[in-house]
DNA sequence: TGATTTTCGCCTTTTGTTTGCGTAGGATGG
DNA sequence: CCATCCTACGCAAACAAAAGGCGAAAATCA
């Protein structure tokens, strides 16, 4: 990315508190006012070159259509809704709260994904620890030895591996301390599978 | 997903508090009464524009069928540098190489970060595993309890818990399986503090 | 049937685009 | 050292297109 002149930095940095501020970029000649141009032209002249150096993008011909280009280390992240907590035997709290978390997007699956904070140390033996993030991929399926979201009988839900054995669901928890649960596949609905642990010290 | 004008932004603004507040959609009606628009076709423009650039979507000819698309973004990530490979002693493999790795900001301290890929499990009873990706913050002090990346004479770098004892420092691997290092001061460098991990499936 | 959304012209305002012209400073080559 | 060239920066006016707006009629859903 080219090196910027200190009249197109200036111009930059106003475009990225504008559009912080306000939602929506400025018009051209908002931008000349605030540096004092009388000439739309110059604005526009600016703006060319900014994207030229490829800083922001514009539609053409479109209102407030700049857009600042994810310059710096502006790396790609989605805001995934924080659902709220899950434990062994104790159903999430479907608290569907504004609460969001920031992931990585290579972090995420492919299809719907949430976020969930980890309550207890059941999985302790898989390196998911209390007040971990699991990130779930939403599924109804999962294969053996995946860690599932697992709903039993409609309402406990727990964090397990899963494995599908003759005739039954064995959900282990990765504890020795807990016991592994075996019910019939009817009981047992799988809501999705944890592709990702994040923590924070 | 394309920029807003101001006019489309006031009203996705509006939308949106009416749906947090009521539940549902306003009418076409009430979207004009709060603009104090006259004519429905007008606003039902905007909403063919906001609905044009990803913002809402809007079920065919049905009543209060706006519904707010989630804008997955904002959240900021940091691409943050993969340094290479921390692992009981064995020195990082200094490869300034072009891999980076994308980090949620608010897992990332204040000062410079950076990221290693973990090798082996001598962290394991500390829930980090092999193939772990530690978030390290650039420190050359730590507090007890901390997970330090320290440099043991100018050679060795390890991943241990870090302990300040009476006349020397107690380097603690968080498995059973592996003795502490028990050093004096002088010898030991701390080059960073963990702050987050990261695991995928 | 009544409430609501969609569509159709037609208009005004806002905004971005283009062309033409001019100044100043830095780099370049003779 | 000076002429020359290029680029950044600026002004003004004409132009083009999108945004924003109106009212009424048609279409649709419940």
Redesign the interface.
Known sequence: MQPLTRRQREILDYLTDFIEE????PSLEEIGQRFGLSSLATVHKHLTNLQDKGFIRR?WN??????LVPTR????????PLLGYVAAGVPIEAVVSTE????????CGARDTYALRVRGDSM?DE???DG?LVVVEDRKTAHNG??VIALLDGSDVTLKKFYREDGHIRLQPANDAIAPIIVSAESVQVQGV????????
């Not at 306000?22 to 970029?25: F, N, S, V, W």
């Not at 479109?62 to 857009?67: C, G, I, L, T």
């Not at 944890?194 to 010290?201: A, E, F, I, K, S």
Request: glycine share 8%; no cysteine.
């Open positions: 306000h939602g929506y970029a539609a479109r209102s407030r259509s700049v857009e280390m502006g790396a790609r992240a989605i805001e995934l969001s978390v920031a992931v990585p997007e290579d972090l302790i390196q998911i620890r971990d995946e860690m944890v592709v990702g642990v994040m923590r924070r010290y």
